[in-house]
């Protein structure tokens, strides 16, 4: 039970600092090759594997949930992200307000770090004419 209780305070730890290393690690040109990795990850578990197991499949979400549920922690929501915010505020927030907050972000971020990748690879140059 203590080696559970562990593997869910470090999946809490590995998953918020993923989250964070999404929405922050394209600011800097020596994390840019791991973030885009990282955003082709999480697009192959919200699309490809969203086709089996529903649009967003999270892998990761679903090992963890798995630990809370042998920790009994029950009425766990279908995101991570929701179950952060909730803890955090102690609010109940509204669980597809906060799936189109995080597609709204992960689009974002997929565009931000696509063009970084062909502005690097292919040494183009953007402009202002260019959008």
Request: aromatic fraction near 20%; charge should be positive; glycine fraction near 4%.
């Amino acid at each position: 039970m203590l080696w559970l209780q562990f593997l869910d305070v470090f999946l809490t730890i590995i998953h918020g600092s993923l989250i964070l290393f999404f929405i922050l690690g394209w600011i800097s040109k020596k994390t840019r090759k791991v973030h885009f990795i990282l955003v082709c990850i999480i697009a192959i578990s919200w699309f490809v594997l969203g086709l089996f197991y529903g649009f967003g499949y999270c892998f990761l979400t679903d090992i963890h949930w798995r630990v809370k549920m042998s920790l009994q922690e029950e009425n766990l929501p279908i995101s991570f992200i929701k179950y952060i915010f909730d803890k955090m505020t102690g609010y109940d927030f509204n669980e597809l307000l906060i799936d189109y907050i995080t597609l709204a972000v992960f689009i974002c971020i997929l565009m931000i770090s696509i063009l970084l990748y062909i502005k690097e690879k292919f040494n183009v140059r953007f402009d202002k004419k260019t959008f």
